[in-house]
């Protein structure tokens, strides 16, 4: 059982940036794809970003390319999410989760493994 624990989310004003961190708690690296979700009071969860299990392949929603970068440190079991340029509708409960797939799809049944979110608030 894998488990993930996200941390930085907190209140900024919009242009502001923010990096978000997910820890692992066992090793990751080679195993599985890790990426970034988000949901906004009565709003699905929904995709942000995704990382491959090498960390060659990435994936974004046309809503944060350009914005967002995903990113991981194998050797720390560690998933970074930075956001630049951040507006007042990035403003979610951000959430880790890990795949055991290769190059997961950006639903939600892709993961396996989720962790307890991080609050992101931006202000106009």
């Known amino acids: 059982q894998v488990q993930l624990v996200e941390s930085g989310g907190r209140l900024v004003q919009a242009g502001d940036s923010l990096r978000l961190s997910c820890a692992a708690s066992?090793?990751?690296?080679?195993?599985?794809?890790m990426g970034w979700f988000r949901q906004a009071p009565g709003k699905e969860r929904e995709f942000v970003a995704s990382?491959?299990?090498?960390?060659?392949?990435?994936n974004y929603a046309d809503s944060v390319r350009g914005r967002f970068a995903i990113a991981r440190v194998n050797a720390k079991n560690t998933v970074f999410l930075q956001m630049d340029s951040l507006k007042p509708e990035d403003t979610a409960v951000y959430y880790c989760?890990?795949?055991?797939?290769?190059?997961?799809?950006?639903?939600?049944?892709?993961?396996?493994?989720w962790g307890q979110g991080t609050q992101v608030t931006v202000s106009s």
């Open positions: 989760a890990a795949s055991s797939k290769v190059l997961p799809g950006p639903g939600v049944r892709e993961y396996n493994y």
């Open positions: 990382i491959s299990v090498t960390g060659v392949n990435t």
């Open positions: 066992e090793h990751t690296s080679g195993i599985y794809a």
